[in-house]
């Protein structure tokens, strides 16, 4: 069983910032990514930034530059930085947990939600 806790969500003005983050407990195997994803209403959910155990990283070009993932391996803990927030980085944020046990059984699992509002 594995479960994953966000937290760090909440609303904020244009330029302001925020950090978002989540905790995976459970079963966790070494090799791992981690990540986030965001879903805006009424549209799809979308890749954000993610993390490898190597500490390589992954950014959407909408959030490079200002975004900032990082984690603390010892924890199982990913945290995500957002600068600069903008109204169209309004969303539900969700944590992304990729087990890759081998290349073709790699289960992943998602975290329950974190709401981040952005005002103008």
């Known amino acids: 069983q594995v479960q994953l806790v966000e937290s760090g969500g909440g609303e904020v003005q244009a330029g302001e910032s925020l950090i978002l983050s989540c905790a995976a407990s459970?079963?966790?195997?070494?090799?791992?990514?981690m990540g986030w994803y965001r879903q805006a209403p009424g549209k799809q959910r979308e890749a954000v930034a993610s993390?490898?155990?190597?500490?390589?990283?992954d950014y959407a070009v909408s959030v490079k530059g200002r975004f900032t993932i990082s984690r603390a391996h010892a924890k199982n803990t990913v945290f995500l930085q957002m600068n600069s927030l903008q109204p169209e980085d309004t969303g539900v944020y969700y944590c992304?947990?990729?087990?890759?046990?081998?290349?073709?059984?790699?289960?992943?699992?998602w975290g329950q939600g974190t709401q981040v509002t952005v005002s103008s």
């Open positions: 459970g079963s966790i195997f070494h090799y791992n990514t």
């Open positions: 993390i490898d155990v190597d500490g390589s990283t």
């Open positions: 992304h947990l990729v087990q890759r046990y081998t290349p073709t059984y790699k289960p992943d699992y």
